[in-house]
């Protein structure tokens, strides 16, 4: 008998923390839904992996620049969004795998780009591929990974999906670019918050939702319904991210769970939700953030104090309760989807984002 | 009677320039053959120019920065190898057009990124839009173009164009990262040369013959031999782009004639053709030109002895042959082109690709 070694794909693992986490905190039955999705999943995330270990490994080094991000993985969520919704149809075919690559590449190809315009040292716990390669090489990098990922979506051949991914796309660098241009504008404005969080964050999430669905071959009404589903997971998501970057803060070294600097997004002055809720019920934090800002290296003992202050207006807390709400509109968005195994694990997919700690 | 102003497009100023220098060294011919053809495109131009107005021009930076550029405007060539080859068939349709503009979008995009990867300052005489609205913006810019660019190739609907072009930009997204790789090696290696040039500038030609080919309707072997003289045309542009970093130069001004700096090429440790050629007749010149690429400010001086040095050797002649010989081998690709006013334009051009002064 021979012993097949197999490990975990990245996906799985998530779900597995993800579980741990639910356990510990005594939420019994989110954790053993989240182990038959494990198991569920499983087969084809490891599918996923070995599709995506199919991008050419070159000599170039804008090559070498991809691949040192997408070998440090993230988490996989926007390929297993494709997965889940493709098994309301036929399941996570060929066709379906080569859109869960491709969602994986659009993200890396914009992350590439992002901590070139960020100037960030470090992603996933290590430093970032500008860092490592120079910024040209990060260009680069994210340019051919955007190719490659149209590519993949072309040569899937599903009606549609390549326009709405080019459309998407739009949008995302639409939402960069007013980002980039508020960046250190220290204003609480929600709705100029939700058109960013919308562009740079949940239009992908819808995307992946479309492209599993329409694999699925489900109709129009079931895939407006997956589509809504994806834009709230992708603001959950993000107001999770948000809340993150005040938690798991001790000093400057970098936050283990999450491998970002601390209140990375606080020092480049982007109006995370948590600081929006904030100005809004402390006025008087505006002076200490411009200040923070305007200083080319803050005070480890400043930025603490000013996430202190953040956290004590209850900021955190009204972040949470926005995740919460939009964990609440994903799952009523199911409600035209036929009950199932596959509608189940979508649930328990939105419920678990509440629980992610990195 | 009420008198219609009209601007004259770029690519017809272009042809004009390209006739007066030709007239100015007696080329008589070629002068007229230029006047001709300049009239007998302009109306596409013109069209052309109203097809690329149709960019949004939106609130956000990224567009300011994709205008700056554009608003520049380079010579339009890529657009006319469309318009020209289009004139095989129906003409340069409203399909057509779409494919036009994309082609100089895409050439945009490229221009965008490279600035920020070689931290240009001036490009078409002005600041770089890396410049005037940061790296951040030019780099997003870049993005918005392509995506611009591609969901303008989509809508066209001409079978196999989309896919072409996303093969088109991968290639050139290796060459450049081939390029940065060599950056500063000194070394005349003529292969390596011929394969960046392909990538970065051949096929963007190839590309847009390519396109305006099948707008045309035309047959496999016709199809085939536009590509071949794009490929040609393409080589034979860098060439002579190559020998004007070479010519215009007095002292540290812009180049008056590319507006361009001067021995930007040279500073940047980019492999030109006279380069390779001044190295491989000139061994001693690798030291010097080491020396001037270590300092972080040569002197002007040192780089005008530099450029002595090469044309010295007679580097910018053999730059010369090496353009005519891509001309030449353009012509050739004709031959299986049905005779008349299409494949005369394309003759022109080529031919007058040698006139070039910018």
Redesign the interface.
């Known amino acids: 008998m021979t012993v097949a070694y197999e490990v975990t794909p990245v996906g799985a693992q998530v779900l597995d923390r993800l579980a741990n986490v639910s356990g510990a905190r005594g939420a019994a039955e989110l954790r053993s839904r989240l182990a038959n999705l494990g198991r569920w999943v499983r087969a084809d995330l490891v599918d996923f992996e070995a599709e995506l270990a199919t991008l050419s490994r ?1 000599a ?4 070498s620049a991809a691949h040192h991000l997408l070998d440090l993985r993230g988490k996989h969520l926007r390929p297993m969004c494709v997965v889940l919704a493709s098994k309301f149809g036929e399941g996570f075919t060929p066709r379906a795998r080569g859109l869960a690559v491709a969602v994986e590449l659009v993200h890396t190809a914009t992350l590439l ?1 992002d901590d ?2 960020d100037v960030a040292e470090r992603r996933r716990g290590q430093p970032t591929a500008a860092v490592v390669y120079g ?3 990060s ?2 990098a ?3 990974l ?3 990922a ?2 993949r979506i ?1 040569a899937a051949k599903v009606d549609g999906l ?2 709405r991914m ?2 998407v ?2 949008e995302m ?2 939402a ?3 980002q ?2 508020r960046r250190g504008r220290i204003v609480a404005d929600r709705d100029e918050y939700f058109r960013i969080v919308e562009g740079k964050t949940a239009a992908l999430f819808r995307w992946a939702m479309l492209a599993g669905a329409r694999c699925a071959g489900l109709d129009e009404a079931c895939e407006i319904a997956l589509e809504r589903f994806g834009v709230h997971l992708g603001i959950a998501f993000q107001a999770v991210d948000d809340e993150l970057d005040f938690t798991g803060f001790a000093g400057t070294e970098v936050n283990a769970e999450t491998g970002k600097d601390p209140l990375v997004d606080l020092r480049e002055g982007k109006m995370t939700y948590p600081l929006i809720v904030a100005l809004e019920r402390e006025p008087s934090l505006h002076a200490r953030i411009e200040a923070v800002l305007a200083d080319e290296a803050p005070q480890a003992a400043e930025l603490a104090a000013i996430a202190a202050a953040v956290r004590a207006t209850g900021a955190l807390a009204a972040t949470r309760e926005l995740a919460e709400e939009h964990v609440r509109h994903a799952l009523e968005a199911l409600a035209p989807l036929p009950a199932g195994a596959a509608r189940d694990s979508l649930e328990t997919v939105a419920l678990a984002s509440l629980e992610r700690q990195s």
């Open positions: 070159g170039r080094v804008v090559q780009h070139v315009v910024n040209a090489a260009i680069f994210g340019d051919w955007l190719v490659a149209l590519r072309g390549l326009d080019l459309a796309i739009d660098i639409l960069e670019s007013l980039l241009e």
